[in-house]
């Protein structure tokens, strides 16, 4: 078990080549005596880390958007609920083939693509929270009581 867990790239075992899988190769190993599992682990981090760090950044405008929409209502409310309308519009997958034709391939570009796919998910999400958030009765008498506790130390 601890040799389908090595992730090394020198690691080969040419008594086994193009085997199948089995306990010690949990993947197989290809012709050139690798084991599948491991390389399958480290392009597994890239992809993830990918991943995540296009999610956290399209959460964090995503949500910046949101609650300038929510919280301003009128003309930014519509200004940036269009611009989410307009990258609804578009298939994630086409979207991120254009990004990358304009910007060039890598990692970065593919992570700016799907970044740029998720920001109208939370900006809407965010946006409908802000709102109800903005008719609550503690929102509304939040300026009452300040006032009140400003006479207090007055």
Not at 6 to 28: A, E, M, V
Not at 40 to 53: E, M, P, R
Not at 101 to 122: E, H, K, Q, T, Y
Request: aromatic share 12%; glycine share 10%.
């Amino acid at each position: 078990m601890a040799d389908a867990l090595r992730c090394g790239k020198t690691i080969f075992d040419y008594d086994s080549l193009n085997n199948g899988p089995s306990l010690q190769h949990w993947f197989g190993v290809d012709s050139l005596g690798r084991d599948i599992f491991s390389r399958v682990l480290v392009g597994a981090q890239i992809s993830l880390a990918a991943g995540v760090f296009a999610v956290f950044i399209g959460a964090i405008i995503g949500t910046v958007l949101g609650l300038l929409a929510g919280y301003y209502e009128g003309w930014w409310d519509r200004f940036i609920m269009r611009i989410c309308d307009v990258l609804f519009a578009f298939p994630g997958i086409l979207l991120a083939i254009a990004v990358v034709a304009v910007l060039g391939s890598g990692i970065a570009n593919v992570i700016v693509a799907v970044a740029i796919f998720s920001i109208p998910a939370f900006a809407r999400l965010v946006r409908g929270n802000t709102l109800v958030l903005k008719q609550q009765t503690f929102i509304e008498s939040a300026p009452q009581y300040r006032r009140q506790r400003h006479d207090d130390f007055v």
